[in-house]
């Protein structure tokens, strides 16, 4: 995903650089600190959007706004995944090591039920929501959960779209479109650390976890097929747009008729 920008001196006698010197394992703390934190906002966001004294139906908005602002404030850091599918995902593509991935899903579900704990503080224990049948979440689940990581994939690891002002919007609303579209029916989770939050506060049933389980791992995976398909080696998309695009020279331009019409 993005890599971290921070800058670095080269200057080894100053003393700030002893202290800013980063090594991987100062890196991968730094990340996880980063994850831990957008997902405790987002699975808190949620709870309490959700719950009885939260924003009712504007609540997907809510829920997308906060992972929007978190992914922008944490994007250049760690990749602003904030849920196992798309780390996964990112793992699938080369975006991240196996340590890596691993060290993010422990810190997202840590974050997601610490968090899960605070909503119950706050608001007390959840009404278990009435959701449809297994095989209707899990199809809902999987399909937005597979979107969410697709987007995710194109909008922070794809050179093309490298540097763009507009991915935490897209990744935010993702998730907003998607509670939207099927909230009432599958409880519009599409992330497995916000799931074991849900079970947490006792929103979702712990008899129904395999769902996301499953949902997560297949929308990841799924993700990552399609990114790897859509997106090939980019010097053989070079060597092809190339040979599209570019034209041979006339022969009107070459030798000595490019050279009389040189001053």
């Not at 503080?121 to 009435?130: F, R």
């Not at 194109?154 to 099927?182: C, D, K, M, P, R």
Request: hydrophobic letters at 50%; aromatic letters at 8%.
């Amino acid at each position: 995903m993005r890599i971290d920008q921070t800058p670095h001196t080269n200057n080894a006698l100053d003393p700030a650089h002893r202290l800013t010197r980063h090594t991987p394992d100062s890196l991968l703390a730094r990340q996880l600190t980063v994850e831990f934190i957008g997902t405790f906002i987002l699975v808190l966001t949620i709870g309490l959007a959700t719950s009885s004294k939260g924003a009712g139906e504007l609540a997907p908005l809510a829920i997308g706004s906060a992972l929007m602002v978190m992914v922008f404030a944490g994007g250049h850091i760690s990749g602003a995944h904030y849920n196992p599918a798309v780390s996964f995902a990112a793992l699938l593509t080369g975006k991240l090591r196996r340590r890596q991935t691993v060290s993010y899903v422990l810190t997202q579900l840590a974050a997601g039920a610490l968090a899960a704990l605070l909503v119950r503080a706050l608001v007390g224990p959840a009404t278990p929501a009435v959701l449809a049948s297994d095989w209707k979440i899990l199809v809902g689940e999987l399909i937005f959960t597979l979107a969410l990581a697709f987007v995710v994939l194109n909008v922070t690891s794809n050179q093309a779209t490298e540097g763009n002002s507009f991915y935490g919007l897209a990744i935010g609303f993702t998730v907003a479109t998607g509670v939207f579209a099927v909230g009432k029916t599958t409880g519009g989770v599409f992330n497995l650390a916000a799931a074991l939050g849900g079970s947490v506060t006792g929103a979702l049933t712990w008899s129904r976890s395999w769902i996301y389980v499953v949902a997560s791992l297949l929308g990841g995976a799924g993700a990552a097929v399609l990114f790897a398909y859509l997106h090939p080696s980019l010097p053989e998309v070079d060597r092809r747009l190339l040979s599209e695009v570019q034209s041979p020279v006339p022969d009107s331009l070459r030798g000595g008729a490019l050279q009389r019409n040189m001053p």
